[in-house]
Every structure is written in structure tokens, then in C-alpha cells.
């Protein structure tokens, strides 16, 4: 099984020259069907609100921005509701300095960037792979077991404890493929 993980940003020449006759699949918001399914942005419903039981939310996103804590400006609900692929970013522009993620939408606690990684957009990122895009995930590994898989995504960061650039979900896609999930 080959997975890997390419930028979105780079052409089609560059990917057939890095990846010949790899099966290229663009997993963003702005990916075709079914793929783009596959993105955090995509409005699934029925997705658990981490540290806040008997909530969901549409999207993975919504979830890591409605917990999102600035100096200026708390939890924001209405983003677990929000239906489309836009309007889901909180900027520091506009809220100022991030403080961090709330454990929860009545939690106490605020959670570094790490370590909200791991507890809110991890599992919450994985229960949508085991629960909302079972086909997609069955239909990669059918098409990783005949040849190499390139997965574009915005950013190419699989590690969760690099905290200089936002986390690939396509690396978090490919990690489930391999069993290898951080």
C-alpha cells in the first residue's frame, strides 16, 4: 500500500513527474465527488462534540473553530451549526490572540494547541473517517492496493506535534490507510 501526501498547490506536471502513474486524489473542500467528502469542511451532521455530551455538529472544522478561544471573543456555537463549506474561520485579525481550545463548550479548562490536536481534532477527524466516508476510505485502500495513492491537500504536515503549520488531514487519512493513526 502507497500513500502519500502532495500539496494541492503543485501543478499537474510536477505530480506526474514525482508520482508517475499514481492515482491522484484531491481530498480538499474544493476536491470533486466523492472525494471532497473527505474534507474537515465538508457538513456531515451527526458529528460528536468532544467534552460535550448529546452535541454535534456538521463539520469537523466546525467543531475546531466553535471551540477556538481568543482574548477577545469565547466559544462560538453557531459555527457546530453552519451547513456549507464557508463562513467557518475565526481569525486573530478579528478576535485577537488565540488562547487556546475549550475542553468542551461549558468546559473550564483551555487546551494548548497540541494538546487540543490530540483531543478534539484527532478523534473527532477519525470518528467522521469511521462513521461518514466508510465508502471513500474502503474505495482508497482498493485503489493504494493496485498502485501508489497521492492525496492533495492544502498542507502536507502529518505530525501533530509540528505545530508550525496547520495538520493535513490527508496525512491523517493516509495514517488511517496504514494503520499508523498518531
Known amino acids: 500500500m502507497a500513500v502519500r501526501v502532495?500539496?494541492?498547490r503543485r501543478g499537474a506536471a510536477w505530480?506526474?513527474?514525482?508520482?508517475?502513474?499514481?492515482t491522484v486524489v484531491d481530498v480538499t473542500s474544493k476536491g470533486p465527488q466523492p472525494w471532497v467528502r473527505l474534507s474537515p469542511f465538508f457538513p456531515h451532521g451527526g458529528i460528536p462534540v468532544?467534552?460535550?455530551p448529546e452535541v454535534t455538529a456538521q463539520s469537523v472544522e466546525g467543531v475546531w473553530q466553535a471551540l477556538k478561544v481568543f482574548?477577545?471573543?469565547?466559544v462560538d456555537r453557531a459555527k457546530l451549526d453552519v451547513k456549507t463549506m464557508a463562513g467557518l474561520k475565526r481569525t486573530v485579525r478579528r478576535s485577537g490572540p488565540v488562547r487556546g481550545h475549550r475542553e468542551g463548550l461549558a468546559g473550564e479548562r483551555l487546551l494548548a494547541y497540541e494538546d487540543a490536536r490530540r483531543a478534539i481534532y484527532l478523534p473527532t477527524y477519525r470518528w467522521v473517517l469511521e462513521h461518514r466516508v466508510v465508502d471513500e476510505v474502503a474505495e482508497l485502500k482498493e485503489l493504494s492496493a493496485r498502485g501508489e495513492v497521492v492525496l492533495l491537500d492544502y498542507t502536507t504536515n502529518g505530525d501533530v506535534a509540528d505545530l508550525r503549520t496547520p495538520l493535513s488531514h490527508a496525512a491523517l487519512i493516509a495514517a488511517h490507510l496504514e494503520d499508523r493513526w498518531p
Open 6 to 8: 502532495a500539496s494541492r
Open 15 to 22: 505530480l506526474a513527474k514525482a508520482h508517475p502513474g499514481a
Open 50 to 52: 468532544p467534552f460535550t
Open 71 to 74: 482574548e477577545g471573543e469565547d
